[in-house]
Structure formats: structure tokens, C-alpha cells
């Protein structure tokens, strides 16, 4: 028989913020905080659209193939995670995936770059993850 726990909020008993996960093996914990995805966001290529997206606000289109991603709720600081993937057409085999660039990461924000053999193009999706401490 499963058991099924359900609760509207979770709380450390030593520090309010903090639980910890014990992983795989029993030999190590995750703070479950730390281990989750502060923001991210499913833009569209042209960055005029956000498709979906958790703790951001909008998406600026900065030029071709760039833009930046801007938080509804800051980071603590300029030192988190910041992964990007986009989708993209190549001519010769179809679809084609990238990681991508970043740049001036800062609190309140994020850039995404796009380079398609060595230049700026605007790709078909962007996707953008960020972990990390918010503020």
C-alpha cells in the first residue's frame, strides 16, 4: 500500500529554509533548496515571446540572436548557474541543438547569445535554466 503526504508548505525544523534530501545509497544529503531551478523560461527565436517560464518577468530582445532574461525575483548575487539551449534549423541535416553563450549575468537578470557558425542568428527556441541563491 503507498503512503501519500500532502501539505501546502514544507519546513526545516532546524532552519526554516533548509531540508535536506538523503540521496541514493544513504551515503549523502541535497539541500532541497539548493538543488532546484530558480528560473527559466522557453522563449520563442525571435525573443518576442515567452512560451512559459517560472520567476521571470519578461524577455528583452537585445539584437539578433541575443537577449536577456529578466527576474521577477532577483538573484542574491552575480554568481549562480546559468545554462542555455537553443533550437535551431541547420540546411544540411534539419533541426539542430546548441548550448549556447551568456554574458553580464548579473542579479536582476540574465543574456542569452546565440551563434550559428560563428555569428549571431536568432534560433527557432531558446531555453534558459538558472540555479543559484535568490536574494
Known sequence: MA???????????????SILVTGEGNSTTTNLQ???????????GA?????????????TDSGTGQGYQNYTNNMNSAFYCQTNF???TDPASGNGFSVDGAGNVETTRCRHLHYENGSLTDPQQRFINIQGDLA
Not at 503512503?3 to 529554509?17: E, F, W
Not at 525573443?47 to 524577455?59: E, R
Open 47 to 59: 525573443g518576442t515571446t515567452i512560451n512559459d517560464s517560472l520567476n521571470v518577468a519578461t524577455y
Open 86 to 88: 537553443s533550437q535551431w
Open 34 to 44: 539548493q538543488g532546484l531551478a530558480k528560473a527559466w523560461s522557453h522563449v520563442n
Open 3 to 17: 503512503s501519500i503526504l500532502k501539505v501546502d508548505a514544507l519546513q526545516g525544523v532546524t532552519a526554516a529554509g
